[in-house]
């Protein structure tokens, strides 16, 4: 986001709504000369009114600091159009079952790809039981591991969080499992079917 928050996106969202700048500045308790002034951008809304303008145009905070609406395309929960959002400052992991805006410690987080398994990054598993045994040969230092393996299953997913100075290894039910996503905190998200 190039500016705090655009006036083309405030006027677009008023305009859907089919609000007028009068209409919209009641609803916020200021006037309609300075909703004129934040849709031409010669003037951006007070902090205090990001709340009530989100609210008034029907779209969350986030939304609107990005500038674009969010839309979940995935009505039907296809497990295979998850996203996976990683916050680079405390590590946490969010999902989310199609596009989402997602911020964590005062970041917006991209929704990350999953890359193929590369030489480096090359997951292993093997029947046990009833289980995946599942291990990736990888550095597991301080500064450079996998974080975590997920099991995607097309009813929902496993996930076992991994540490540094750790193994790269996880156990998994087997049922339902379709193929597995794993993080390495320096190359990103992989990917490996399960064959």
């Known amino acids: 986001m190039n ?6 996106m405030i006027k677009r969202l008023r ?10 500045a009641e609803k916020i308790g200021v006037s309609d000369k300075a909703i004129s002034k934040w849709e ?3 003037g951006y809304p007070d902090i205090s009114l990001i709340e009530p303008l989100a609210e008034a145009l029907g779209v969350s905070i986030i939304e609107l600091f990005s500038g ?16 996976l959002h990683v916050c680079p400052v405390c590590g946490n ?3 989310s079952t199609g596009e989402a805006v997602v911020s964590c410690c005062g970041i917006v987080l991209p929704a990350l790809e999953a890359e193929p398994e590369d030489d480096v990054h090359h997951l292993h598993f093997e029947k046990v039981e009833d ?12 500064t450079h591991y996998i974080s975590f393996i997920i ?15 750790g193994n790269a290894e996880a156990r998994f039910k087997i049922s339902r499992t379709k193929c597995f996503w794993y ?3 320096k190359h990103g998200l992989f990917r490996a079917s399960v064959r």
């Open 151 to 165: 099991a995607l299953k097309d009813d929902g997913s496993e996930i076992r969080k991994l540490y540094p100075e």
């Open 131 to 142: 289980e995946y045994y599942v291990t990736i040969r990888h550095e597991m230092s301080k």
């Open 183 to 185: 993080y390495c905190n």
């Open 15 to 24: 305009e859907d709504k089919r609000m007028t700048q009068q209409l919209l």
């Open 68 to 83: 674009e609406d969010v839309v979940n395309t995935n009505k039907s929960f296809n497990m295979q159009r998850m996203k």
């Open 93 to 95: 992991i969010i999902q």
């Open 3 to 8: 500016q705090y928050v655009t006036g083309t």
């Open 40 to 42: 031409t951008g010669k």
